[in-house]
């Protein structure tokens, strides 16, 4: 069983920067692959960013693309995205989720944590 506890969200102005954290319990955390989902209010979970478990691919949505930057300590067993020039849409409740599969998709994923709200002010 994995445990992932994310914290960093909070308010900011549009064009700030947030770094949100996922910590992570039990021993095998070098072995998932991590990645952030996001849900704005009335619409669907979506695909963030992944990084591979040893760092060496990191992949993202078009639309943080050259903003967000995902990335991992597995001595620290946590896992981090740091996110500049934020705007109003980036407004969302940010999950981390840990899989065995590199993927995009929801699905592939097993462990969730309990969420991070982020809110970006105009």
């Known amino acids: 069983q994995v445990q992932l506890v994310e914290s960093g969200g909070g308010s900011v102005q549009a064009g700030g920067s947030l770094r949100l954290s996922c910590a992570t319990s039990?021993?095998?955390?070098?072995?998932?692959?991590m990645a952030w989902f996001r849900q704005a209010p009335g619409k669907e979970r979506e695909f963030v960013a992944v990084v591979s478990s040893n760092s060496g691919r990191t992949y993202y949505a078009d639309s943080v693309k050259g903003r967000f930057t995902i990335s991992r300590d597995n001595a620290k067993n946590t896992v981090y995205l740091q996110m500049n020039s934020l705007q109003p849409e980036d407004t969302a409740a940010y999950y981390c989720?840990?899989?065995?599969?590199?993927?995009?998709?929801?699905?592939?994923?097993?462990?969730w944590g309990q969420g991070t709200q982020v809110t970006v002010s105009s």
């Open positions: 989720a840990a899989g065995l599969y590199y993927s995009t998709q929801r699905t592939s994923y097993d462990y």
């Open positions: 039990g021993r095998t955390f070098s072995s998932y692959v």
